[in-house]
């Protein structure tokens, strides 16, 4: 039984957007759960007591794991569709949870970032291909922006659940929205493009219907036939083949470099370490748990702002903005720790640390998580978007295990302040890219950008 929305309306996309956006919090709830819980696990009177070690594995093993999740939910994606692929992603998220829920030791800890990372990286992999196979043009950009919402929503229960619930209270919840998202996909049809590659006409048709809600059917059926062309008999090796071309070649190089910078440019390590990095500045002006929270609302509030802005203007603008909040907030931050080695009185340094905090979240969740995902969902023929989405996966899942993974040794190895410099750098990179560089896509149907790749 499926929904009925009123007829030639956009409610039908909408509301697929919004069951993608009920998958991308726990994105959000498994990059939002280690701030505020390895405060208490490495705490002396914790019921699983961890060392720091212990700590720094637990927050970096699901950037492990996600590196796997980026190839299976590739493959998912590719013989079972998008929709059903989302579905199979559910349920190592769960059973994340489930394990966080029952965990006595430490070795449960480990398989919950396993499973939630396997999770996390079959996500990344599918809902950019959902969302830019059910969507029109001129609202892809604004759904994408609607889940990428998800990831800092997700934050904010995992900070506010993480400080004033038990460990497992906690996961229980998260447990249950895991299981509500399920039921919506539940109801929601496979993607027409899937439908249309394995054949089946009748319900690419009616799947266009709903998600048209009945617009258009036989042309946007007759679009969807030409995009998928017949690529569907070439083999694995005949796909890999197509990234020698010009086109396509630029269009993965370009994806590498953007998932690539915006792992380096520090999400990790704010993301899994903002508590520790206010208490190391010695912050004060509120307790630590409470500014997680503040600064993860925030990131809420910029990801609603960037649904209205990606397709108004622009991918390559907002990037841009969004790198250059990023570069300064690092700036900030090395200098904070600078000036405390200095031995400045960090009384004199609370505000200038909070706004470091607040703009970085604010920059990061404005353009460099929606836009990467919507050039990934817009720049490649339907034969190797699978195979696209796999690779961005794996080079998302391996920077930011890299990055999560060094923080701590790189924090005893060189302190606090040339850590920062060091994502700086690596932020103040991607700024030129974006202003110089990156291909904008918005409002284009993905045909027409196919076809300006093979110009160019």
């Known amino acids: 039984m499926q929904l009925e929305f009123p007829k030639n309306s956009m409610y039908p996309q909408w509301f697929a957007g919004i069951g993608v956006t009920m998958l991308t919090i726990h994105i959000g709830l498994i990059g939002g759960w280690s701030s505020p819980t390895l405060v208490k696990l490495t705490a002396a009177d914790s019921s699983t007591p961890l060392d720091s070690d ?30 059903r692929s989302i579905l199979i992603t559910l349920q190592p998220i769960a059973l994340g949870w489930l394990f966080v829920v029952i965990a006595r030791s430490v070795e449960w800890l480990y398989a919950s970032r396993l499973a939630s990372g396997l999770g996390l990286g079959m996500a990344f992999a599918t809902f950019p291909l959902f969302v830019g196979e059910v969507s029109m043009p001129e609202v892809r950009g604004a759904l994408i922006s609607l889940a990428i919402v998800g990831a800092p929503f997700g934050q904010v229960i995992a900070s506010v659940c993480g400080t004033y619930l038990s460990v497992q209270v906690a996961a229980g919840i998260y447990l249950a929205l895991a299981l509500l ?33 009945g617009r258009t059917v036989e042309d946007e059926f007759g679009a969807i036939e030409r995009f998928v062309g017949g690529n569907v008999q070439k083999s694995f090796l005949d ?8 086109p396509s070649r630029k269009a993965i190089i370009q994806v590498i470099i953007l998932f690539t910078f915006a792992q380096m440019s520090g999400l990790n390590v704010i993301m899994f370490f903002m508590e520790t ?15 997680v929270i503040y600064a993860n609302v925030c990131s809420t509030a910029s990801a609603i702002v960037s649904i209205f802005l990606i397709d108004r203007y622009g991918r390559k603008l907002l990037l841009s903005y969004a790198a250059l909040g990023v570069t300064l907030s690092m700036i900030g931050l090395t200098c904070h720790f600078l000036l405390m080695d200095l031995k400045v009185n960090s009384n004199q340094l609370q505000w200038p640390l909070a706004g470091s905090i607040f703009l970085f979240m604010i920059s990061y969740f404005l353009g460099l998580l929606p836009v990467p995902n919507a ?8 034969d190797t978007k699978h195979i696209a989405s796999s690779i961005a996966g794996l080079t998302s899942a391996f920077t930011g295990f890299l990055s999560a993974k060094t923080y701590l040794p790189m924090l005893n190895a060189m302190g606090d302040t040339y850590v920062f410099l060091f994502y700086l750098i690596c932020s103040a990179v991607l700024l030129p890219y974006a202003i110089f560089v990156l291909t904008e896509t918005k409002g284009k149907p993905l045909q027409q950008i196919q076809d300006e790749l093979m110009t160019k």
């Open 54 to 83: 212990q700590a720094s594995w637990v927050a970096s093993l699901v950037n492990f794991s996600r590196f796997f999740g980026g190839i299976l939910g590739a493959v998912c994606a590719s013989y079972f569709g998008s929709k």
């Open 181 to 213: 998202a399920t039921i919506i996909f539940v109801w929601l049809p496979e993607s027409p493009h899937h439908l249309v590659k394995a054949g089946n006409a009748e319900a690419a048709k009616n799947a266009i219907y709903w998600y048209r809600a």
């Open 239 to 246: 796909k890999l083949k197509v990234f020698k071309t010009g």
């Open 277 to 291: 990095i206010l208490r190391r500045g010695e912050f004060v002006l509120v307790e630590p748990s409470l500014m």
């Open 375 to 382: 050039i990934l969902s817009e720049t490649f023929p339907a």
